[in-house]
């Protein structure tokens, strides 16, 4: 039996919450947005710039991942974040330098290539500049699994995917190439 407390929910359902971010979908490899190079954001402090940010760490969390650029949500723009160790980056109009001659190889998988992972080759070290979500100019020095991610993430904004580079391709069920 509904009570009439339960009745007025169906009326007036309580608002959501002006910035909540939302769960974006994630597009997949056949998608051809993820093969082109994605465009400068023109306004980094734009709120359709800082909503996109605030959906996709949710998505980039809700799917279990560390990274998600902004081509892996059908945008087009230079722009992904990063989650490790309990903090996002945040990189706008990212640009990579002085990458190391040090490489390593490390098995990669992606959110948008799903059930299929393989051993890529990177550089262990590298310096990217870009503006983060507060639209400050950030310079920052990485190494180990964060470098490899804003490689990987990089690639996305380049139109490529850790297929392109892996060694081998693998899916759960075996060996795909």
């Not at 007036?12 to 979908?25: G, H, Q, R, S, V």
């Not at 290539?113 to 020095?141: F, Y």
Request: overall charge neutral; proline content about 5%; hydrophobic content about 40%.
């Amino acid at each position: 039996m509904q009570t009439e407390v339960d009745t007025l929910w169906e009326y007036y359902p309580p608002k959501a919450e002006k910035n909540m971010a939302k769960i974006l979908k994630i597009i997949q490899e056949k998608n051809l947005i993820l093969r082109k190079k994605a465009e400068p954001v023109k306004d980094p402090n734009s709120a359709e710039i800082k909503e996109l940010i605030a959906d996709m760490i949710a998505t980039m969390k809700d799917a279990n991942g560390i990274g998600l650029a902004a081509p892996q949500v059908g945008v087009s723009q230079s722009l992904f974040v990063v989650g490790l160790e309990d903090k996002n980056y945040v990189f706008i109009n990212p640009i990579v330098k002085d990458i190391s001659d040090d490489e390593t190889l490390f098995e990669e998988g992606c959110l948008s290539v799903q059930k299929i992972w393989g051993p890529v080759v990177r550089p262990k070290k590298l310096t990217i500049k870009a503006v983060d979500e507060n639209g400050n100019p950030v310079k920052i020095r990485a190494k180990g699994l964060l470098a490899r991610v804003i490689q990987h993430e990089m690639d996305h904004l380049d139109g490529k995917l850790f297929i392109d580079k892996a060694e081998k391709i693998y899916t759960i069920e075996g060996q795909r190439s």
